[in-house]
């Protein structure tokens, strides 16, 4: 069984920080890894994938996450945040197929604070 | 490609009431995932269709249904609303050739008195 576990309901930094959000899961299987974003009122954008291939993952609005196997983590990073950052993220995981599909599992959430 | 759209946006109902929710996914998608999002219980898998059926199915009771049609549209149905049933409803898409990767619309915020 997967899962995922965000290390932090919160995270504030300052306008030009590095940010750094956590996520660990834990899968039986080399498995798939995301990272969505959702603003308020919204739902959820992805952020970028982990599928197979290179480790550091590249996405948008200048974001990455690099998949460490040994330490079955995907942090997600970004060298300086901007207030238009402030969002809340949700790492996400999804490994053997349950009828043909990839039914993700989701952690709780990391809401990402920007102050100026 | 225009991404997934959910409509209504919001809605409010009234315990005993039943409501439904619609989604268009991406043009070619033929895989629609619902689910629900509340503060408490975070996000929370309901139902998934493909090619008019129902492949996989969370831990929800009966009240919650769904249907896929042939154009890949779905609707889920909320019968016999309850207070603990207001949420962000959340629909996603995902195509044959990526079948990992699902693709979220906007939500319908539900709001049940």
């Known amino acids: 069984a997967q899962s995922v576990t965000q290390l932090g309901s919160h995270v504030s930094v300052s306008e030009g920080a590095l940010v750094l959000l956590r996520c660990n899961y834990s899968?039986?299987?080399?498995?798939?890894l995301f990272w969505y974003v959702q603003y308020p009122n919204q739902g959820l954008q992805l952020l970028l994938k982990?599928?197979?291939?290179?480790?550091l993952v590249k996405g948008i609005n200048g974001f990455e996450a690099e998949f460490k196997k040994s330490e079955t983590s995907f942090h997600l990073t970004k060298p300086s945040a901007h207030m238009s950052d402030a969002a809340e993220y949700f790492c996400?995981?999804?490994?053997?197929?349950?009828?043909?599909?990839?039914?993700?599992?989701f952690g709780r959430g990391t809401s990402l604070i920007v102050h100026p | 490609k225009a991404g997934v759209t959910q409509t209504p946006r919001y809605l409010i109902k009234t315990r005993g009431q039943q409501v439904t929710l619609s989604c268009s996914p991406i043009?070619?998608?033929?895989?629609v995932s619902w689910y629900q999002q509340t503060p408490g219980q975070g996000l929370q898998f309901l139902f998934e269709?493909?090619?008019?059926?129902?492949?996989n199915k969370g831990n929800f009771p009966g009240r919650f249904s769904g249907r896929q049609f042939s154009n890949s549209r779905s609707e889920m149905n909320v019968s016999t609303l309850e207070l603990g049933d207001s949420a962000l409803y959340l629909c996603?898409?995902?195509?044959?050739?990526?079948?990992?990767?699902?693709?979220f619309g906007p939500g319908t915020r539900l709001l049940v008195l």
């Open positions: 996603a898409s995902s195509s044959g050739s990526a079948r990992e990767t699902q693709y």
């Open positions: 899968s039986s299987v080399p498995p798939y």
């Open positions: 982990y599928t197979t291939g290179a480790t």
């Open positions: 996400a995981v999804s490994d053997s197929p349950t009828g043909g599909s990839y039914i993700p599992t």
């Open positions: 043009s070619g998608h033929r895989s």
């Open positions: 269709y493909f090619s008019e059926t129902q492949r």
